[in-house]
């Protein structure tokens, strides 16, 4: 029985350049499409860069865009997004500088992240007791809908805002915004609020939902972001911003 194979088009390159490159890969049973990088790297590439830590789907750096869709490749399989001949295309993730190959720079990602205030700062220290904040109240719950964002990248890489937009916060910043002006214990609220009302802040949203569709931890940063709207369009009726 003749052995299947992959036609996986790879994009190779600096930030300078790059193009397309073909490689011949055998199709397994349970593949992934990271299955196939490492491959590609272990014995046709060697040079070939990528990222990769934990391979179970928790640290987000595997992040690709396979087949035009931004990915987790590690928890991608091949069967799900596999051509009709057999084909795979695998580039970097979009909206970000490309350093080589398939390496992204993410420092314009969490230099956005940090715009919005999206540090907690808190009123007490690690000296005093632990602060109360009830389970079932409706910020902490609003607050725990976002806060698994692990910062892979994927809903940057697929919001049409900042492909269109560069000084656009993004949903991943914004998600982020979100679950702090949510959490009682915090003292930035005010001046979160105000870091995310600018030109560049929630209302550039165009409610696409690509963030949200795209999202490997099935969070909701576009509900995020029309919360923010809302808390960003009160406050500035009250004169607070």
Known sequence: MQEQRLKVSVWR???????FQTYEVPRRASQTVLDVVTHIQRHLAPDLGFRFACRVG????????????ARW?????????????GE??????????????????????????????????????????????????????????????IGCGVCYAS??????RPDYLGPAALNRAWT?????????RQARLGAVAGDAGCHACHTQGSCTLRCPKQLAPTA??????????RAAMKGEL
């Open 180 to 188: 702090l002006v949510n959490d009682e214990r915090d003292t930035r």
């Open 13 to 19: 390159g600096d930030a300078q350049s790059g193009q």
């Open 224 to 233: 995020s972001i029309a919360g923010l709207k809302r808390l960003v369009a």
């Open 58 to 69: 928790m640290c987000g750096s595997c992040a690709m865009t396979v087949n035009g869709v």
């Open 88 to 149: 795979l295309e695998i580039a970097p993730l979009a909206n970000l500088p490309r350093i080589r190959d398939l390496v992204t720079d993410m420092r314009e990602f969490f230099d956005k992240w940090a715009r919005p205030e999206g540090r907690f700062v808190g009123q007490t220290d690690r000296h005093e007791p632990f602060a109360v904040v009830k389970p079932d109240t409706a910020p902490r719950q609003q607050a725990d809908a976002g806060i698994e964002c």
């Open 73 to 85: 490749t590690c928890r991608t399989h091949v069967q799900k997004v596999v051509g009709p001949q």
């Open 159 to 164: 919001c049409d805002v900042v492909s269109q």
